[in-house]
């Protein structure tokens, strides 16, 4: 038990768009994990369209959401 302990802290700290099984059309504040971003900084990392434009895309987030490379307006 005491081995899965840090393995289960491991896989949540690289939460992502694909860990949560998340990709927004649009600007959603509530499509966020806690993860790496695609700047190297850990904390809140979004999944949706518009972090392409505010650069705070989760780090899979091109790899979990390849519809969503749309050109935003």
Known sequence: MV???PWRLWHR???G????RRCCPGRDPSCAST??????????CFCDEACRLTGDCCYDYSQACPGNGRKMM
């Open 3 to 5: 081995l899965l302990a």
């Open 13 to 15: 700290a690289d939460a």
């Open 17 to 20: 768009c694909s860990e949560e």
């Open 35 to 44: 993860g790496w971003r695609m700047d190297r900084v850990y904390g809140t």
